[in-house]
């Protein structure tokens, strides 16, 4: 009785297993195809430590134009949180905030108004940018 237990278990946990993978290989697959399409500015790898700043790479690009009306996406491509946050470090202007992006999460934001938008991430105070609007 208790191999048959044992055994139903492991297969259970065997196709419990073989789904998780193919779940995770479709949306791998999706993610490099909107990575193409869709992202505007990326945050890369390892801008989670001080130096980004030195070149102006924590966002890149740093200064992107866009049209009125027009919109960003933004997209992590590090391992760490980051934020898309309006305003400057301790200043935030709570125009928009994207919360903590996973890594390879996205985020999308339009621009009604001409104006320029500087923003920050509110987890390290050296990642700032700017969103033109013209
Ligand atoms: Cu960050």
């Not at 055994?7 to 998780?20: A, H, M, R, W």
């Not at 709570?94 to 339009?110: A, K």
Request: proline residues 4%; contains cysteine.
């Amino acid at each position: 009785m208790a191999i048959i237990l044992g055994i139903s278990i492991l297969i259970i946990g065997f196709s419990l297993s073989v789904t998780t993978l193919e779940e995770t290989t479709s949306e791998e697959k999706n993610l490099v195809v909107e990575e193409i399409i869709r992202a505007d500015v990326i945050m890369p790898t390892k801008v989670s430590r001080p130096g980004c700043d030195i070149e102006d790479v924590c966002y890149i690009p740093s200064n992107i134009v866009v049209k009125k009306g027009g919109s960003v996406t933004w997209l992590n491509e590090d391992s760490s949180f980051h934020t898309v946050t309006s305003g400057f470090y301790g200043e935030p202007t709570d125009l928009f905030d994207s919360g903590y992006l996973d890594p390879y999460e996205y985020y999308t934001l339009s621009f009604d108004e001409i104006g320029t938008y500087d923003y920050f991430c509110t987890l390290h105070p050296w990642m700032m940018a700017q969103v033109i609007v013209e």
